[in-house]
């Protein structure tokens, strides 16, 4: 999957020139944390309401009331936002946009076609993903076991679900405790618990977990 396929558009931007108190109003009346920061058609940056808040007199502050707001409307967006910008471009497979946000410790990034802003992908849009992945919408019996990292170890498993009239609804594999395996998590239908348990428990190293939701 692309991160086209799973992007925030239209994308939601702010001018450099614009006052940030004037952004920070925009950006909560339109219900985003974050806004690209657009010239003349193209990304120069971006910015976050936390970098907005930071920006914002202390509450310790001996400055009268139209003072606060006189010197927020001399702080322009360009004054704080966060330059470069870290980007990704629309046909990146989105395990790696995931990468690029985990490792750099950022919450979104800007996709691009080409040089052209097309998008927004966030924690948000991945967290969705990783419900999709994970049948979290899906009624049925969940369970997470540890397998052998050997060829055909999935089609073991899930042609037996098959047999027994089940219907696998989501399966993720993460990383095992050693190279040798790998865990699995899968969410079935049409199979109770205990049956289900006693059905995988000869195929697997060990069943870590099951449940019915």
Avoid: C
Wanted: hydrophobic residues 45%.
């Amino acid at each position: 999957m692309n991160v086209g396929r799973r992007m925030s558009y239209p994308v939601f931007t702010v001018q450099p020139d614009t006052p940030i108190i004037k952004a920070h109003e925009l950006m909560t009346n339109q219900k985003v944390h974050r806004a690209p920061v657009v010239k003349n058609g193209e990304l120069v940056g971006i910015i976050t309401e936390n970098d907005i808040l930071k920006a914002y007199p202390s509450s310790a502050t001996s400055l009268a009331i139209w003072e606060v707001a006189s010197l927020l409307e001399k702080i322009k967006v360009k004054d704080i936002m966060i330059t470069p910008v870290r980007t990704v471009q629309e046909d990146t497979p989105i395990e790696e946009a995931a990468r690029v946000i985990v490792d750099n410790k950022i919450s979104s990034l800007p996709v691009m076609r080409g040089k052209e802003l097309v998008g927004i992908i966030t924690e948000t849009d991945l967290f969705r993903i990783m419900l999709e992945m994970l049948g979290a919408r899906h009624p049925g019996v969940r369970f997470s076991v540890l397998m052998p990292y050997q060829p055909g170890q999935i089609a073991k498993l899930s042609q037996a679900i098959y047999e027994n009239g089940g219907n696998i609804a989501a399966l993720s594999t993460f990383e095992g405790d050693t190279s040798a395996n790998f865990m699995m998590t899968v969410k079935v239908e049409g199979i109770d618990q205990d049956t289900l348990q006693r059905l995988i428990e000869p195929l697997v190293i060990s069943v870590l977990e099951i449940s019915t939701n």
